[in-house]
């Protein structure tokens, strides 16, 4: 698995979601930002997944609560082809914990979301790769 890492906090390079969570909200996705994830434990590489030479990148959409910074859920956005490496990714996702305040919310980048929780999440997208060395 590969993760990118500098120092004792772990600074992710998101997208942010403009999106009520579909395809194309997603796809007007343009607003890199730096999002620091205070707590960031990785995915634990599942053990049959290892035994039968798994690998596969794929990419994870987190709803995240403003306020507090906690995740309050995952999807995948794109699987990474394995139904165990894409649940253990999601295992630890939902242990992540941004700065709170850090992510903007749904509302602020899209005005037009139905979403009624608009002003209160936000949503991040991360990619993870997991690779046997």
Known sequence: MQMHSKS???VITI????TNCSARAAEKVVVPKH?????APAPKY??????????GSGTFVFRVDIKS???????????????DLDAAAM????????????????????????DPLASRDGLVKAPISFTIR
């Open 15 to 18: 997208a942010l979601l403009a």
């Open 91 to 114: 295992k630890a996702f939902k242990r992540w914990k941004f700065e709170p305040g850090a992510v903007p919310s749904i509302k602020q980048i899209d005005a037009h979301s139905k």
């Open 8 to 10: 004792s906090l772990l």
């Open 69 to 83: 910074g906690l995740v309050k859920a995952v999807i995948v956005a794109r699987s990474t082809g394995h139904a």
């Open 35 to 39: 999002a620091m994830a205070i707590y």
């Open 46 to 55: 599942p053990l049959f997944a290892l035994m039968r030479h798994e690998e």
